[in-house]
């Protein structure tokens, strides 16, 4: 100890800095101080809608504000998203998107800077597997009966996708599994494409799991299989992607909540840690289980993780069919 300081006088300048607050623990996780505006840049109805707002709902709870869901959809999500990255960095207007917001960019009528690049990921609150189905009256029950069945068809098969990177899968589909002549129709929501599965007048689907359950229940269109590495909690029955061969079809769709890029840091972490706490209410778990989903509710950094590996992914899946 220097000869200058005393033992005496150190001693009470370790006490003074003990009794010191730390800096981080004296501020507050930051809460709105008004009303927060959540975009779901689609339309009502579905598993992203129902989704954000259940998680809206919990936001609401805790921050003892209120929490509006606004559903902005037309252009493949495009015009909610830009909405939201216009919007000013306060943390009270978010964004929900999944990983088709990568694949804006890829769109042949995209004109503009990429999204992604404008928004900051807050926290993935939820996933859930799409799913293969097929209308009652064709004659399959596995995914390889699919290519089976679609290779010696006589009229050619017809496949609808509601989103970008669906479409993508059934391009993919045609090419691996040798089905030049799959006919993929690009739908613009799942009620629709739904309705002419179960008529008939489209062979097969691919899209979220919480609209098909009633049907599938019901026996008006069957699930042939399920995306992912592993079977979806409310279909267990039905094998998953890698069970079934398809490997290019592990993919599971993620629900997370987006800011406007110049967000401060702080607001973004209060978000993500109100996320994090809203997901461990019952009631929300309640309609995440009943849809198929499985709650995340992870951080900024890990999120920003997942955002830039699906876009590498879908990337250069686009690049190798690209989006008509």
Not at 62 to 67: A, E, N, Y
Not at 74 to 102: C, E, M, N
Not at 109 to 127: C, E, H, N, R, Y
């Amino acid at each position: 100890m220097p000869p200058f300081i005393s033992r005496r006088t150190s001693a009470l300048a370790i006490a003074l800095v003990a009794m010191l607050p730390a800096a981080d623990a004296a501020e507050p996780p930051w809460k709105p101080e008004r009303t927060v505006t959540v975009i779901v840049p689609y339309s009502p109805g579905g598993g992203t809608d129902a989704q954000a707002r259940a998680v809206a709902r919990e936001l609401q709870r805790l921050w003892g504000q209120t929490v509006i869901v606004e559903n902005v959809a037309g252009a493949d999500g495009l015009i909610g998203t830009r909405k939201a990255i216009d919007a000013k960095p306060d943390g009270l207007t978010l964004l929900v998107q999944l990983p088709s917001l990568t694949l804006l960019k890829h769109l042949p009528t995209f004109k503009g800077i990429d999204p992604v690049t404008q928004l900051l990921p807050v926290s993935a609150f939820s996933a859930m597997p799409g799913v293969v189905v097929a209308g009652s009256a064709v004659p399959v029950k596995t995914m390889a009966d699919v290519v089976r069945h679609c290779r010696t068809a006589v009229q050619p098969c017809s496949l609808g996708t509601t989103e970008n990177i669906a479409r993508l899968q059934a391009r993919m589909l045609s090419v691996e599994s040798a089905l030049p002549n799959l006919i993929v129709a690009n739908y613009k929501g799942g009620g629709q494409l739904i309705t002419d599965i179960v008529s008939n007048n489209v062979n097969l689907g691919i899209m979220g799991i919480t609209a098909v359950l009633p049907h599938y229940k019901a026996g008006t269109l069957k699930v042939v299989m399920t995306m992912g590495a592993k079977r979806s909690s409310v279909a267990p029955e039905i094998p998953s992607a890698i069970e079934a061969g398809f490997p290019g079809f592990d993919v599971v769709t993620w629900y997370g909540l987006f800011a406007p890029k110049d967000t401060p840091p702080n607001i973004v972490q209060g978000i993500a840690a109100a996320v994090r706490e809203a997901i461990k209410a019952e009631d929300l778990r309640k309609v995440f289980s009943t849809i198929g989903s499985e709650a995340i509710g992870n951080t900024p950094a890990e999120f920003a993780t997942m955002v830039r590996e699906e876009g590498e992914r879908f990337g250069a899946l686009a690049k190798r069919f690209p989006i008509e």
